[in-house]
């Protein structure tokens, strides 16, 4: 339901040029027909002060929102049997000439970076990556911007700017040990960011799937390039704090190069040994952070929801037996975990104190979300290997599960 952006020169000379950064790879999108994935939420969208108004005045009398505390979306928009009240039995919007600001965006997210800049996120769903949908480019994105300037005004960004700039402070918690926290500016830990995706793509873990390489980089890569940090870091006066800046992760992460092909190939072997052992019991096994092992023993059948509401019955110990991925389904999954760490704090004060860990360990999560229903997917469709289609689909499902999924790591 994206709104249609439209060149507008006059408003483009007032309002001058807008610096922004992408987290995702320029794409197609297009709504499928008679799609309303969109729609159902168990929450309706929040609501701007002029979206309240501007459907009250078109239904005076229709209790449609509830208030919430938030100084830039003070309403949320009710939900029924998991769906916008607003939804009819065709799966039609019918407020659409109308629509909330977030729904005119959808699948689009705007964000703000730590520098200020605008970073636009996006939402996976069933219209994403379509052949010969709307293709975000850089004109396209721009046109959007000024329309939506249009509707909301250019003081509504300035505080939207401001109000996701106070959630980010100068020094940002980079990773956390036992003798407390270590902080870092944004610039580093993004480089941080960096190099975990430069371990991901290390030689001797080609061979394993995302989650695979995401959990030697939990287990093994991340622990020991930290330590390397902590021997340069600088503790903070009185306080059980340190802090690490670029200069001196450039000169750890110069160090731990030397060790990472070994360091990499050893966890790349001891991955394929747990993989196999996946399969000999049947159980679903994760690594502690003490380096333990926590096995959730599970019934000899597990469903597994599909998009669009179906359900999936198949075999525990059938679906320990990850099937290969093709080469375009493990890329397609790649680049949605990296665009998915890029977002910078995109569900608020919540994911913006993540730290590196942290944030890794989520994406595992994801990862290993994502290659369950993949698979699950796969055995539903007598495949043999798990293809762009059931990738796709499982990656539609994990977007709308982040935030159960960013409240298992605060706990």
């Known amino acids: 339901m994206l709104l249609t952006a439209r060149a507008n020169e006059e408003v483009k000379e007032q309002k001058g040029s807008v610096d922004w950064v992408m987290s995702f790879s320029a794409v197609s999108f297009q709504c499928p027909v008679n799609c309303d994935a969109c729609c159902r939420r168990s929450l309706g969208p929040s609501l701007t002060v002029k979206d309240y108004k501007i459907i009250k005045q078109n ?21 029924r049997e998991d769906a916008c ?35 636009w996120c996006l939402e996976h769903c069933p219209g994403v990556g379509v052949e010969n949908g709307t293709y ?33 402070q100068f020094l940002t918690p980079l990773f956390e040990i036992d003798r407390g926290m270590v902080y870092s500016d944004w610039q580093t830990k993004n480089r941080m960011k960096d190099i975990v995706w430069e371990m991901f793509h290390a030689e001797s873990l080609e061979r394993l799937t995302p989650r695979g390489r995401l959990e030697c980089i939990v287990q093994d890569l991340l622990p020991a390039l930290e330590q390397m940090i902590m021997r340069k870091a600088v503790q903070l006066p009185g306080e059980n704090k340190f802090l690490v800046g670029k200069h001196i992760l450039r000169e750890a992460y110069k160090q731990y190069q030397g060790i990472l092909p070994v360091l990499s190939s050893e966890s790349a072997a001891r991955e394929r040994i747990h993989l196999e052992d996946l399969k000999k019991k049947g159980n679903i096994v994760y690594g502690a952070e003490s380096g333990a092992t926590i096995r959730y023993h599970q019934p000899s059948r597990i469903t597994i929801h599909g998009f669009y509401g179906r359900k999936i019955e198949v075999n525990t110990a059938e679906l320990m037996h990850i099937p290969k991925i093709t080469a375009k389904a493990s890329l397609i999954e790649g680049r949605y975990l990296n665009e998915f760490q890029r977002r910078e704090g995109r569900f608020g004060k919540e994911s913006t104190d993540l730290t590196i860990n942290s944030e890794v360990r989520l994406m595992f999560l994801a990862a290993d979300a994502l290659e369950l229903k993949a698979n699950a997917f796969t055995i539903e469709k007598g495949k043999e290997m798990i293809g762009t289609e059931e990738i796709n689909e499982a990656i539609w499902i994990v977007e709308r599960n982040l935030s159960w999924l960013l409240e298992s790591i605060r706990k």
């Not at 229709?62 to 003070?74: E, M, W």
């Open 59 to 79: 239904l005076p009398y229709s209790n449609f929102a509830d208030k919430r505390a938030h100084p830039l979306f003070p309403y949320q928009l009710k939900a």
């Open 85 to 119: 009240i607003f939804l009819n039995r065709k799966g039609k919007c019918s407020i659409y000439p109308y629509r909330p600001f977030l729904c005119r965006l959808y699948p689009l997210q705007l964000h703000f970076q730590w520098d200020g800049k605008l970073l």
């Open 136 to 168: 975000f480019s850089e004109s396209y994105l721009e046109n959007l911007l000024w329309e939506l300037l249009e509707i909301e005004g250019e003081t509504f960004f300035n505080d939207l700017r401001e109000y996701v700039l106070k959630t980010k």
